[in-house]
């Protein structure tokens, strides 16, 4: 077990987890008030009163006992601190505020603090067979939403629309919500590698769709860039292809033992080589699970590491020409022992709209 690994590792007698995308991660938890303990061998999970069935259900089957507090978490956590005789506590130091720490360190002038640093998401990384299914699914929606939006994107209408559109199919699809604001950008807004969905109006160009979204708490994140209008330039055509290949060559490097930096330059080369080096300024990917971005980056940015089998990346080049437009194609990617597997299916070939 991952929690208890990490104890012995760090000779902790407790390990309390606030941060809600890790107490959903060891406790199957996925209410909005939840913290667990873990004391020893045993383990404990405070909720109030809104969450003691649904908790119940959900924590039990991990092992957790469920702790109903509905004055004071804080004061519980107390108690078995006390009751267990706990000297050495690993506390989540990226999450817990400055204010929680300092009522911990007045009331409990005696304990250890362990910081954990990123220990819980660095354990998040390699996804699990239900993790790796539940990510399949999140992203067959996402898709099956923009195949339903893209045949009613017309000339003139708003980025906000076609953001609207493309949420509203991902939810009749099942999705509990975006991964993050929908990145919808036409014409030369396609050169903001970041252009969130604006007041514009759709024109004659590239148009950049970067969305995903989450379904049983994990994301999606796709990037398709189109063509709206019947004659791109060739200059439209030849950065399209360029980034299309940046994206194949990165991907078909993929397998365990590859590190994230070497990945990154296959796409960062080829760009250079063909004169856009300058055009391609951010990284080429990284992990995707309870978070949109999460470990392993992978760019040149990024520590570099290996990869293994079992996360799942995102590989994303571009190429941004101010005053003119971008591309963007990104694939979601689960990396396996000898290579690799494409998660997304959307084609690729340059498709006008
Ligand atoms: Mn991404």
Redesign the pocket.
């Known amino acids: 077990m991952k929690l208890e690994r990490l104890m012995k590792e760090k000779q902790m007698d407790a390990i309390l987890i606030t941060n809600l995308l890790n107490v959903r991660y060891f406790t199957s938890f996925t209410g909005t008030t939840g913290t667990a303990i873990i004391i020893g061998k045993r383990k404990f999970f405070i909720t109030d009163f809104r969450y003691v069935e649904q908790g119940k259900k959900q924590v039990e089957k991990m092992g957790f006992e469920l702790i109903c507090e509905n004055v004071s978490t804080f004061k519980k956590i107390g108690e078995l601190l006390k009751e267990y005789d706990v000297k050495k506590i690993g506390i989540e130091n990226q999450s817990v505020t400055l204010d929680q720490f300092k009522t911990f360190e007045k009331n409990f002038p005696k304990l250890e603090y362990i910081y954990l640093d990123d220990a819980f998401t660095k354990e998040r990384e390699i996804k699990s067979e239900e993790e790796i299914k539940i990510i399949k699914e999140s992203i067959k929606i996402a898709e099956k939403a923009l195949e339903a939006t893209l045949p009613k994107i017309k000339v003139g209408m708003k980025e906000k629309d076609v953001a609207a559109e493309l949420e509203y199919q991902m939810r009749k699809q099942g999705a509990d919500k975006p991964s993050f604001d929908l990145i919808v950008a036409s014409n030369e807004r396609s050169a903001l590698p970041h252009g969130v969905a604006s007041d514009k109006l759709i024109e004659e160009g590239f148009l950049t769709i970067d969305y995903g979204c989450f379904y049983k708490g994990y994301a999606s994140?796709i990037t398709r860039t189109f063509y709206v209008g019947k004659n791109p330039s060739e200059k439209h055509i030849e950065i399209y292809n360029i980034v299309k290949e940046a994206n194949e060559k990165a991907i078909k490097a993929i397998k365990e033992g590859v590190s994230v930096h070497e990945l990154d330059s296959i796409a960062r080369d080829f760009i250079k080589e063909k004169g856009y080096g300058d055009y391609f300024g951010h990284g080429l990917g990284?992990g995707i699970g309870l978070q949109i971005h999460e470990y392993p980056g992978v760019s040149f940015k990024s520590e570099d590491k290996v990869l293994k089998a079992g996360m799942v990346i995102?590989i994303?080049p571009g190429i941004y020409l101010p005053n003119f437009g971008g591309v963007r194609i990104?694939d979601d990617i689960l990396v396996t022992k000898d290579s690799y597997e494409i998660l997304t299916s959307l084609k690729k070939d340059l498709k006008t709209i």
């Open positions: 994140d990284h995102t994303e990104e």
